[in-house]
């Protein structure tokens, strides 16, 4: 990661945990007060706008749970059919392997 990209990151975080609004003209504030002339204000605009709308906050104490909470919320009879659902997905995965191990018995090889 660039400098530029962890001094338009940091000064996000900052925005975010001060619970203020992420614009680009706030972050090149933060960026210029840290005296880092050498931040392209692309940066800052892309930033906004990839964070617009967004809780950073809840991003960031939401990284690991993933789709963990979607599979709970199905309860009786839905959880049944969600299991049924699975059984297509590991056969795909059986039918992908027997496709590698196919490419293999092609009677020639890398050092052959």
């Known amino acids: 990661m660039s400098t530029s990209e962890?001094?338009?990151?940091?000064?996000?975080?900052?925005?975010?945990?001060?619970d203020i609004d992420i614009t680009a003209d706030k972050l090149q504030t933060l960026i210029k007060a840290a005296k880092l002339?050498?931040?392209?204000?692309?940066?800052?605009?892309l930033f906004a706008k990839a964070l617009e709308g967004k809780n950073v906050k809840d991003m960031l104490l939401n990284v690991g749970s993933g789709g963990?909470?979607?599979?709970?919320?199905?309860?009786?009879?839905?959880?049944?059919?969600?299991?049924?659902?699975?059984?297509?997905?590991?056969?795909?995965e059986e039918k992908e392997e027997e496709k590698e191990e196919s490419d293999e018995d092609m009677g020639f090889g890398?050092?052959?």
């Open 6 to 18: 962890l001094a338009v990151s940091y000064a996000a975080l900052i925005l975010a945990d001060e």
């Open 37 to 45: 002339e050498d931040v392209e204000p692309i940066w800052s605009t």
């Open 68 to 92: 963990g909470a979607a599979a709970a919320a199905p309860t009786g009879g839905a959880a049944a059919g969600g299991a049924t659902a699975d059984a297509p997905a590991e056969k795909e």
């Open 110 to 112: 890398l050092f052959d």
